[in-house]
């Protein structure tokens, strides 16, 4: 995959981020780029690749081969056909986050990345963050503040707090509403969302768990 | 018969503690399978095509070429649908397809081929006059001489308020899996608040025993009112199931079918005339309301709100049927607009009278049920909030940010719905507890556990809590904050019962008689006596190789007479605001919640739904609003990109004061999820009106509508 792809995931990896600013009164560029290129691309795909194909994902670790269509999307790839339910489908345009998943380290929106995409990318599910039966600290963080009601945005937040702290090992209050600001909870648990990701970076070494 | 009473708050080990929920740990590791997240062997996925008109007579459909797409297991089409059939919304479901995979159900949807002659629609009920024959008159209501007492009054509000439809947006959309076995077995896995009813309704809809269909739903992601019937998708997709050789099919709508047809919360639009003495006392109200809730109309709201008892009042309200999607109960049904609208104004009153509106609120407590309960509400909010310092007559201020402080008040009933249970005690010593009840993420498996654990004596860790199946005791509907009550009380008796048995096994071991037995700290002692005792393992071993299984039951009509749950819930909310009256942007600063619903089994996830609640409300307030289009009939914003929810950034700081004390601990377990989702949408519409001194009369507050309320323009 070239650097250029790269770049353009880090783009639709900022949409989210950049929606609340935008909803904070400021500019508007960055979403509409972020959120209509993938659709055009899976448009435009079945002029030269059609049917399923047999892909193979890195996936927490491990090489996983899975069919999909050139349009399925790598959270459709992950629910749909490896089974794996932790990232949820919500808005599926790249707005509330309850998909994110980690790819080269970086976080992403599973329902912008096409599956065929990540293929030669390193992916991270919340499914990979610990062993079953065991809570990842940043998990913990936001049990302990019952940071979570029905439950179902939880594990993108989980993740999105875990690429959060990763780069901001110690952050102020301020930057942990601002770059948690790309996933949406209906059932308002952003009091405890804080105190977990605050909490969190104390009991948490940032990248160590990468 | 145990005496079922709740022990004094002071003797209480389990409940009342402020506990983690039992099921945090799965879902934060993303292990919790939502009934969305199954994947069964054989699995069949589907989708639905939705009607793209809001009126419009279908003159042909043609299937075919969908049927003859590879992959595809089976077409519906939805009852009635047909030629001649008319849609009366846009997204009215058409057809449902399943298939091998999701993309393949897509492209059959897409190949269906359907004409249709498009009818006028009515889609817009802001402005009452272009509704026409759309608005029906649903009764007037009058009280004393209200035309004499306004006419008399020193001071006269005349003001117009509206609160747009909104939708629940449940982030886990309406679906379920499901799968037709032979022998008209049926495994449904639903995400529902109703795990023992909808089955039932299923049944109806569908021409199988209700006896047959196994619901499960261990956990479900959001309903707010809105998932309580199996809805026409869940038996299409049961057929689907049948036809496709029993093979199971999931479906779950798309987010924008979600947003325009799986729920709405009724729009309310009111003109309210008040009049009142120089010194505060109302004396009248007279109101004209309408709303809509799509094709059935919509329904009239509890005005005047709290403040209930006006002496002389004339209440009229008009429903307008609209081409839209259905409304369904959204938490706190017509609560939180008929608050908006009482407070806005009452509010706007007490600037008639120059007075401060926390003065108004309190003068006239005596108008509503519980006078000294708000008063006090309205007590500890002002001090919360610091109301002395942050109060300021409306509009004064300097520079371009004001800020300004706002009030909204709740009532709510919450009384316990019919709930049983079944509590296990096993003679290996282990307990279980079950019941046919659902969590929709208000801590009720956590709040059963508590109860059972407090009631036996024993450690949470001790309990197994099984919910979310049809096939436990039946437990209401998770609706009207009815489950803490049904289901503690049903938990509490169960759980007595079956230490009564235990009790009566171990009293000639321990010298004694069940009567003169406690259960204490995982041991089974005569009461007050550590000594004469035997561990709870002990105990379970005396009741030989059947397991003690009790029943207990809540009965609505006689929790007020038991006590263990009754109803009545009062809160109060206010808000700080910050507005820029030159971008017309509103932020949260602060918001306050006092609430009391009497026994409070969990405060920390209490808590967390208040904060939930007040959450909620910002949406409403500053942000959330279904924006549909007169031209095409259509929503234009059936997404989560511009159907705006806040974020993280956009909260402020929110203090919740939950009014536990003994004389509401004493009324029993009272529900909460609706009552604390009333007031604050108030709150913050009146801090705005505090803030700038002039009303926006309409939520949510936008931008536009506060540079628009500046520029002295009358906007909807």
């Known amino acids: 995959m070239s650097s250029n792809n790269d770049s353009e995931k880090d783009k639709q990896a900022q949409s989210g981020f950049s929606r609340r600013s935008w909803l904070g009164g400021v500019g508007t560029g960055a979403v509409g780029v972020g959120v209509l290129a993938p659709e055009a691309d899976a448009q435009a795909a079945p002029k030269v690749m059609s049917g399923e194909v047999e892909i193979s994902l890195d996936i927490n670790g491990k090489k996983r081969s899975v069919k999909v269509e050139p349009r399925t999307t790598l959270l459709d790839a992950l629910r749909n056909r490896m089974d794996m339910t932790g990232a949820k489908r919500v808005c599926d345009r790249g707005t509330c986050g309850a998909c994110t998943v980690s790819v080269n380290g970086k976080i992403v929106y599973g329902c912008t990345m096409l599956a065929v995409d990540a293929v030669g990318k390193n992916i991270q599910t919340i499914e990979g963050l610990a062993p079953e039966g065991q809570l990842h600290p940043v998990s913990a963080a936001f049990v302990n503040n019952d940071a979570q009601q029905c439950g179902y945005c939880t594990p993108g937040f989980v993740m999105a707090a875990k690429g959060f702290l990763d780069k901001h090992p110690n952050p102020t209050y301020e930057q942990v509403e601002k770059g948690l600001a790309g996933n949406i909870c209906r059932c308002g648990t952003y009091v405890g969302v804080r105190k977990a990701v605050l909490e969190a970076a104390k009991n948490y070494k940032g990248g160590s768990n990468a | ?340 609208l009482t407070c806005s104004a009452l509010t706007d009153l007490a600037a008639k009278l120059s007075m401060d509106p926390l003065a108004l609120f309190m003068k006239n407590a005596n108008l509503t049920l519980r006078e000294a309960t708000y008063t006090d509400q309205l007590k500890k909010a002002a001090e919360l909030i610091d109301w002395k310092n942050k109060y300021h007559a409306p509009g004064e201020g300097k520079g371009s940010i004001r800020r300004g402080v706002g009030i909204g008040v709740a009532t709510w009933g919450g009384g316990g719905h019919a709930s049983k249970c079944k509590v296990i005690l096993h003679p290996d010593g282990t307990v279980e507890v079950e019941l046919g009840s659902q969590d929709l993420g208000t801590g009720n498996r956590t709040c059963i556990s508590m109860v059972a654990a407090e009631s036996l004596g024993l450690p949470m860790s001790a309990i197994k809590v099984k919910i979310g199946k049809n096939s436990y005791p039946a437990s209401g509907p998770s609706g009207g904050s009815t489950t803490i009550g049904g289901v503690s009380t049903s938990t509490r008796k169960a759980s007595l019962n079956a230490l009564e048995k235990l009790f009566e096994k171990v009293a000639p071991a321990l010298g004694t008689t069940a009567d003169q037995l406690e259960a204490v700290d995982s041991r089974i002692q005569v009461k007050g006596n550590p000594n004469k005792a035997m561990s709870w393992k002990q105990a379970a071993q005396k009741m030989g190789p059947s397991p003690i299984e009790e029943m207990g039951e809540n009965v609505p009509a006689q929790a007020a007479r038991e006590g263990l749950n009754t109803l009545g819930a009062a809160g109060v909310q206010m808000a700080e605001v910050e507005v820029d009256t030159e971008t017309g942007i509103v932020k949260m600063r602060k918001m306050v919640a006092v609430q009391d619903c009497g026994l409070v089994v969990n405060p920390k996830t209490a808590e967390s739904q208040v904060f939930g609640a007040c959450i909620m409300s910002i949406c409403s307030a500053l942000y959330e609003e279904r924006v549909i289009d007169q031209v095409t009939g259509r929503v234009l914003n059936p997404d989560m990109e511009f159907y705006k929810l806040a974020g993280l950034p956009d909260i402020g700081e929110i203090v919740v004061h939950m009014d536990i004390q003994e004389v509401h601990d004493k009324r029993g377990v009272i529900g909460l999820g609706e009552p604390c989702a009333i007031g604050g949408t108030a709150a913050i519409a009146n801090a705005v009106f505090n803030a700038l001194g002039v009303r926006v009369p309409m939520v949510p507050v936008t931008a536009d509508r506060v540079l628009n309320a500046l520029g002295n323009k009358r906007y909807a």
């Not at chain 2, 590879?70 to 009215?92: H, M, N, S, Y």
């Not at chain 2, 802001?126 to 009764?139: I, Y």
């Not at chain 2, 209700?210 to 038996?235: E, H, L, Q, R």
């Not at chain 2, 049948?242 to 999931?250: I, L, M, T, W």
């Open chain 2, 1 to 340: 018969m145990p005496e079922y009473k709740w022990p004094p708050m002071n003797k209480r080990k389990i409940m009342g503690q402020r506990l983690s929920r039992l099921d945090g740990p799965v879902k934060s590791a993303g292990r919790a399978k939502y009934p969305s997240d199954l994947n069964p062997q054989g699995l069949l996925q589907a989708a639905m095509l939705t009607a793209p008109y809001a009126h419009a007579k279908i003159k042909s459909i043609d299937t075919a070429a969908a049927k003859a797409l590879p992959g595809v297991t089976a077409i519906r089409l939805f009852d009635k649908v047909a030629p001649g059939f008319e849609v009366q919304w846009a997204g009215q479901e058409l057809a449902l397809v399943s298939a091998t995979s999701e993309e393949v159900a897509r492209d059959a949807i897409r190949a269906i081929k359907i004409d249709w002659e498009i009818l006028p629609h009515v889609v817009k009920d802001e402005n009452l006059a272009k509704v026409g024959t759309r608005a029906k008159a649903a009764g007037e209501k009058v009280t004393g001489d209200p035309d004499k007492a306004y006419g008399e009054a020193d001071v006269k509000l005349d003001s117009e308020y509206g609160i747009p439809v909104i939708t629940h947006c449940c982030l886990e959309p309406h679906g379920q899996v499901i799968a037709w076995k032979g022998g008209d077995q049926i495994d449904y896995w639903p995400s529902t608040q109703a795990v023992s009813t909808v089955a039932g309704q299923l049944a109806s809809l569908i021409g199988v025993p209700a006896g047959n269909i196994n619901v499960t739903c261990d956990y479900m992601g959001g309903g707010f009112g809105s998932k309580f019937p199996p809805d026409p998708w869940g038996a299409e997709s049961a057929r689907l199931s049948k036809e496709s050789g029993g093979r199971p099919v999931k479906f779950f709508l798309d987010r924008a079918t979600e947003l325009t047809i799986a729920g709405i919360r009724p729009s309310h639009f009111a003109k309210i005339k008040i009049g009142a003495k120089k010194d505060g006392t109302i004396t009248s109200w007279m109101s004209d309301s309408w709303s809509s809730g799509g094709a059935g109309g919509g329904p009239a709201t509890p005005i005047p709100y709290v403040f209930a008892n006006i002496p002389n009042a004339r209440i009229n309200h008009a429903s307008v049927s609209l081409n839209s999607g259905p409304q369904r109960a959204w938490r706190a049904p017509n609560h939180p607009q008929a608050s908006f």
